[in-house]
């Protein structure tokens, strides 16, 4: 029986390694494409952004990086419509813009009337 273990054993370490190196070659895969994805990003925004813009942009990721990737989003999206590079004023506009664009969320808490009103204690 301790043979049959041990071949069992060995083949499942085998089969453990075998899956362990194709999910690290997916994931080596999906680290590429990501990089390729942002370099192609950099590209793009350095095309269409003066340097103090694209500096301005950087320090917006500092603080808030979900809204700056989603800002680069636009920009690279409306890219086709800029016929020069957008200055650190234009961008201040153009991000501005983008901003109010958003649907503003108002909370309203409406409270029933309750039967111990203190306008009750006037009588």
Not at 93 to 122: E, G, I, P, Q
């Amino acid at each position: 029986m301790s043979n049959l273990q041990q071949v069992l054993g060995s083949a499942f370490d085998a089969s453990q390694l075998q899956n362990g190196g194709a999910g690290s070659e997916q994931k080596k895969q999906q680290e590429e494409k990501e990089k390729r994805e942002n370099e192609q990003k950099n590209v793009i925004l350095h095309k269409i952004l003066t340097p103090e813009a694209l500096e301005r942009l950087n320090r917006i990721g500092l603080v808030k990086p979900e809204q700056k990737a989603q800002y680069e989003d636009t920009l690279i999206r409306a890219a086709h419509s800029f016929g020069q590079k957008l200055d650190e004023n234009q961008l201040i506009d153009f991000l501005d813009h983008a901003s109010s664009n958003k649907a503003a969320v108002r909370v309203t808490v409406k409270r029933k009337a309750s039967s111990w009103d203190d306008d009750d204690d006037d009588i």
